[in-house]
Every structure is written in structure tokens, then in C-alpha cells.
Nanobody
Framework: QVQLVESGGGLVQPGGSLRLSCAAS????????MGWYRQAPGKERELVAS???????NYADSVKGRFTISRDNAKNTVSLQMNNLKPEDTAVYYC?????WGQGTQVTVSS
């Protein structure tokens, strides 16, 4: 079973930046569609961004122009660069290979 381990969350002020990383086990990472999802308290989990095996990306409207998803197939990692963070970005962020979920990493945007 593939394991996904997120890192990089934390507390940041509005307008700040964070970079999340997800390390995946397994031999076939380069073939996987990968996604970042988030879940805020009292809300459903939602897609933030996804990236195909060939590098095509998709973003939620709420993060377009602020967040960038990328992958490094040689290192089995997928990252999410988050700029100009807003309080409404506060959530637990999860890495997903469309079979397995990571454990999540907390992102809190607050002054």
C-alpha cells in the first residue's frame, strides 16, 4: 500500500507563504494523478489542486493565481506552493493519490 506523508504546514500571517510537501512510497508514483485537498472545521473536504502524471494541473477557483502544485517524479514528491494566504485558507491539507490519503498537515492563517 502506498503511504503518503505531508509536511510543511504551520501558522502564517495573512499575505504570507507556505510550501507543503508530500512524500509517497511505491514504485509507480510517476504514473499517479496526485491531488491536494483541504478540510476546514465544519466543512467538507474539497479539492485544492491536482496534477496528472504528465504535469497538467487543475485548481480550485478560490486558489487560482495564488497556489501552485508541482511534482518531482525522481523524488516521489508532490508540492503545493501557497502564496498570498488568506484566513479562509485555514484548514487541514491532505495529499491524495486517488486511492490513499495522507495524515494531513494543519495550515493556519491568522494575524
Amino acid at each position: 500500500q502506498v503511504q503518503l506523508v505531508e509536511s510543511g504546514g504551520g501558522l502564517v500571517q495573512p499575505g504570507g507563504s507556505l510550501r507543503l510537501s508530500c512524500a509517497a512510497s511505491g514504485k509507480f508514483f510517476s504514473l499517479y494523478l496526485m491531488g491536494w485537498y483541504r478540510q476546514a472545521p465544519g466543512k467538507e473536504r474539497e479539492l485544492v489542486a491536482s496534477i496528472t502524471s504528465s504535469g497538467s494541473t487543475n485548481y480550485a477557483d478560490s486558489v487560482k493565481g495564488r497556489f501552485t502544485i508541482s511534482r518531482d517524479n525522481a523524488k516521489n514528491t508532490v508540492s503545493l506552493q501557497m502564496n498570498n494566504l488568506k484566513p479562509e485558507d485555514t484548514a487541514v491539507y491532505y495529499c491524495y493519490d486517488y486511492v490513499n490519503w495522507g495524515q494531513g498537515t494543519q495550515v493556519t492563517v491568522s494575524s
